[in-house]
């Protein structure tokens, strides 16, 4: 079993930065995937970024250019800087972890609000 602890959200005014991490504790595998995706009201979850372990990475187009996902191996920890935040990216982020060929784990969410 996996756990996720993730921290970093909040309220941050349009143009601010936020830095999410999220802490995988548990049987983890050197090899796989993590990642933070995003929820807001009334839409469907989505993809933010991924990191895999040999840290290939793959982004959504509205983040590209102003998220930055990164991750510590060593402390199975993943990270997303989030830089020029506008109100659209408010939502509830979640961190995802998938390894071997069915674990799927996923955090409990933390919620990043962009006022304008």
């Known amino acids: 079993q996996v756990q996720l602890a993730e921290s970093g959200g909040g309220l941050v005014q349009d143009g601010g930065s936020l830095r999410l991490s999220c802490a995988a504790s548990g049987k983890i595998f050197s090899i796989n995937t993590m990642g933070w995706y995003r929820q807001a009201p009334g839409k469907q979850r989505e993809l933010v970024a991924t990191m895999a372990s040999g840290g290939s990475t793959n982004y959504a187009d509205p983040v590209r250019g102003r998220f930055t996902i990164s991750r510590d191996n060593a402390k199975n920890t993943v990270y997303l800087k989030m830089n020029s935040l506008k109100p659209d990216d408010t939502a509830v982020y979640y961190c995802?972890?998938?390894?071997?060929?069915?674990?799927?784990?996923w955090g409990q969410g933390t919620q990043v609000t962009v006022s304008s």
């Open positions: 995802r972890l998938r390894q071997g060929i069915v674990d799927n784990y």
